[in-house]
C-alpha cells in the first residue's frame, strides 16, 4: 500500500476501533476525505478482512451501520501504525537534521 493510503487506512481502522457506529459522513470529516474516498477506502478494508459491517437499529424506523475490526484489522492496524510510525520517526530525524544544517548556515553567514 502506499504511504498515504496507509495513512488513511491507519486513521479508518483507529477511528472504527473507538466508535464502531460511527457513519461514513463523519468517518470522513475525521480523516479529512471526500464521502466517496472513504467510501471506497472502506470497501477496501472490507474485501481485506479487516473490517466486518453489521446492521444494527437505531430507532424503529432507521437502520443504521456498525463498523468492527476483525482479528486479521486489529493485526492489520498494529503493523500499519508501527510502519507509520517508523517512516514518521526517519522523516523526523532528516528534519531536525535538515534544521541543524539551516542553523549552522544562518549562523555562519
Do not use: C
Request: overall charge positive; charged content about 30%.
Amino acid at each position: 500500500m502506499p504511504p498515504v493510503a496507509d495513512e488513511l487506512s491507519i486513521t479508518i481502522l483507529r477511528r472504527l476501533a473507538d466508535s464502531p457506529a460511527v457513519n461514513q459522513r463523519e468517518l470522513a470529516l475525521h480523516a479529512g476525505v471526500s464521502l466517496g474516498r472513504l467510501n471506497y477506502a472502506l470497501r477496501a478494508l472490507v474485501d481485506k478482512g479487516w473490517v466486518k459491517v453489521g446492521n444494527f437499529s437505531r430507532s424503529e424506523h432507521k437502520l443504521g451501520y456498525a463498523y468492527l475490526l476483525t482479528p486479521r484489522g486489529i493485526e492489520a492496524k498494529a503493523k500499519l501504525t508501527k510502519r507509520f510510525l517508523a517512516r514518521k520517526m526517519g522523516e523526523y530525524d532528516a528534519l531536525r537534521q535538515e534544521i541543524e544544517r539551516l542553523q549552522r548556515e544562518v549562523e555562519g553567514g
